[in-house]
């Protein structure tokens, strides 16, 4: 399984749409000593 994707999240050119709202990336945490898995802190974008 190629994982290069997480390598290339960030917090300056990504967002993340959940329940038709808009959040920004404020962090990315690898949440287990494979990262296998990662944990998003974002906040709402307000319009």
Same mark, same amino acid.
């Given at each position: 399984? =190629?994982? *290069?994707?997480?390598?290339?999240? /960030?917090?300056?050119?990504?967002?993340? $749409?959940? &329940?038709? $709202?808009?959040? /920004?990336? $404020?962090? !990315? =945490?690898?949440? &287990?000593? +494979? +990262?296998? *898995?990662?944990?998003? +802190?974002?906040?709402? !974008?307000?319009?």
């Amino acid at each position: 399984m =190629d994982r *290069s994707w997480r390598k290339a999240i /960030n917090t300056t050119e990504y967002r993340v $749409e959940f &329940n038709g $709202e808009l959040y /920004n990336i $404020e962090g !990315v =945490d690898h949440m &287990n000593y +494979k +990262k296998k *898995s990662i944990k998003l +802190k974002c906040w709402k !974008v307000r319009r």
